[in-house]
């Protein structure tokens, strides 16, 4: 059985590596292995996590009522299981995605409760990710005047002080955390907003220092791409249309 397991988390691992760079297709081959494979006596650990990872596809090719009711199975699913690191990745895919959609406050909801778990289990990359969707929420407020896609009222966002400076904050706390843990996409990504948010300020500041990082991070991550996937990655994301506004 340790073959079996052994294979399943390689699976899983190609998996992941084929979405970040654009390849879905590879990424869903590899998905369906995975499930095919396991059976009651071999379950495997990474199941629900590639899953999410085809509910993550599904949305990028636009289903995106599907892949939401992936996630919220999933995210049911791990809850009772007690599995905290799925709860907290699921939790934040489901965040991701209704930031996307523009449902903020209840993605507020989402990524604050995988932030508590992040944090509880210490797992850096996930509070790094959970501090750089908040600043997207944030920042978002700030461009739409504050205003909340919200039907029950439940959220304390916009409340407290300015979404702007909160924007600007938990996107400098994903940027330091991120750096820590090497986790290359969260940080550029972060760099990439900071420097959108502070251009819009009356005195701008720095935000060449944090477009310049962004533009480096992205290069750098470029570069380690092999060529013939480089299209698929740079498509992939919004890549090559925020490098373009760097």
Known sequence: NQAMYTMGHVLYVAASLNFVLGKFDAALEHIGKLCTMENRETPFYERELAEA????????HGDTSKAMASLYALDREVTEKHWPYQICVIKLYIGDMLVRQRKLDKAERYVRNALRLAKAMQAVSLIAYSHFLLGLIYAQLHRSGDGIDCSDGKGDLGL???????AIEELREACRIAESSYHAETIWRAHAEL???LRSMPAAGNYLEHAKKAYELLCKAEDQVPSEMLPAYCSAFDRSRIKEEL
Do not use: G, K, W
């Not at 990872?53 to 990028?60: D, G, V």
């Not at 407290?160 to 909160?166: D, M, T």
């Open 160 to 166: 407290a002080e300015p979404s702007r400076a909160r």
């Open 53 to 60: 990872l085809r509910a993550r596809i599904l949305f990028e």
């Open 195 to 197: 420097s959108r948010i």
